[in-house]
């Protein structure tokens, strides 16, 4: 039997092949196939790829056994390459290097996807660059040969089309956004430009945003992505409020100057998209704005929005109201809208608010509801003259707070809460640093007051209260009955710390007159 086998001429060796090709044996196939190689490789060739048209994955596997043994046929090691690339079977691919040196345009495709395989991405976008700037011109010239000659053809063209996809889904899901917008106008398919378009929103100018080194790199990405949106015929992303808010991870002190930049970029979205992204674009501001402390004009704009709101934009102007202080608005929207979220409820909440029961001086009950990690239980200790305990509180609020980043929150925190355990002069510096990101916070401004209250230099202090007024009334900070509700807290709270003899509804009179 055995002398027999070897005794087979390629015509019987192909015969035998196209009898078993139904059968399933592919090793069989595959033996009879190499044998008849050698004298009919045209007929293997077309036997091969008639069957890669009939069913492409049997017509897959059939090749790349065949090249396995026999790296000869540049057309059959074409459609085993094309399945192993459809596949994902990067691994596999360096096998073909032999067959397609590094110098040939297919023998450069394997390259890539080896870089790829082994995570050499930049040399990957350099190599895919250098293959797809003749893209255009070799599909051209492939699509003028004479149809007879087609097929021979066919394959080359199908693997060029699928490096171009993978090239595109590399560069657009990997943040290298100048490469992918470059090349997506090449394809062919709507679905497919809108899906890479897609791609570039979601995973490139997000991760470009979102990860950047610093805010200006941050920055400058989003300017990008407001180019991109424009030249994008300003289609209506879902994602755009995303994109434009993940340059927050990057707010490196969440300082007027950066809100300003994040103003600049939404004022140029408006500017190259006039009417086309409004509500969104009303949204985005009013979120600038908050980081500006001009609650008013934001939480105006979103009471203008109010019936456009979906549920997480509904939380929004909550929100927004929450931090004007007009818990009275923030309650009513909370009942209108429905919202369950329980940290908002717990905001608004008269018997768990720990703001509202210090408002109230329900100083018994703070101690109840308010653990040690809530300022108004310190300050309710000062109140009750139980110092030590309330100390203790401040100091191991100070301590956490060295696990945040060292933006203006971390200085005005801090700067109140040296305040309060008797180091003046830190508190000053720290609340200065406060004010230079944002200088026109009226409650930082308040701070100083208390600051030189603390030291009981009234003329002072009070200089600074009624700056602080005449601030929060030209920049809506705070609601002003909140922003006397505060003021009144902070007076009562440090002349206790202090043992002053304040009449803190003197002051408050004496403010008010400054109007």
Known sequence: MLIQILAITPLEAFNRASALLNENKLDSVVYYLNIAYQEFPNEVENLIYLKYLEDRKVGFNLAFEFTKINKKSKRISAIALLGIIEGKKYNEINNFLGIYPETTLIGGIINFYNSIQNKNYKGAVILGETLLST????????????????????????????????????????????????????????????????????????????????????????????????????????????????????????????????????????????????????????????????????????????????????????????????????????????????????????????????????????LKVCNEEIPERAYAYFLLSKKDSAIEIVNNLMKSLEFSNKNYTYYWNKGWFKLLIGEIDSSYYLTLKALEMKPNNSFLIMNLGSIYLAKFQIDSALYYYKKAYKVNKEYGNYKESSFFQVLKNDVELISKIYNLKVNSKEILEEIKKSD
């Open 135 to 366: 893209f255009n011109d070799i599909l051209r010239i492939l699509g003028e040969f004479p149809s007879p000659m087609l097929d021979t053809v066919e394959i080359t063209y199908n693997l060029l089309r699928k490096f171009r996809d993978d090239y595109l889904d590399f560069t657009c899901q990997n943040f290298y956004i100048e490469n992918c917008l470059k090349y997506i106008p090449t394809l062919e398919s709507k679905e497919k430009k809108q899906e890479m378009y897609n791609y570039v929103i979601l995973y490139g100018f997000w991760g470009l945003i979102s990860d950047a080194k610093n805010f200006e790199e941050s920055y400058n990405n989003l300017i990008k992505f407001v180019k991109f949106i424009k030249n994008n015929d300003c289609k209506d992303y879902q994602k755009l409020l995303i994109i434009f808010t993940s340059i927050q991870y990057n707010f490196e002190s969440e300082s007027y100057e950066e809100y300003k930049k994040f103003l600049s970029a939404v004022d140029t979205l408006e500017n190259y998209c006039p009417n086309k992204f409004n509500i969104k674009i009303k949204l985005l501001r009013a979120y600038g704005l908050r980081g500006l402390d001009m609650n008013k004009k934001a939480l105006e704009i979103l009471l203008s929005l109010k019936d456009s709101l979906n549920e997480s934009q509904k939380r929004f102007l909550v929100a927004s109201a929450i931090d004007y202080l007009d818990l009275q608005l923030a309650q009513k929207l909370t009942n209108e809208f429905n919202i369950s979220d329980s940290s908002i409820i717990k905001i608004l909440d008269p018997l768990k608010s720990c703001e509202l029961l210090y408002n109230q001086r329900k100083l018994k009950d703070i």
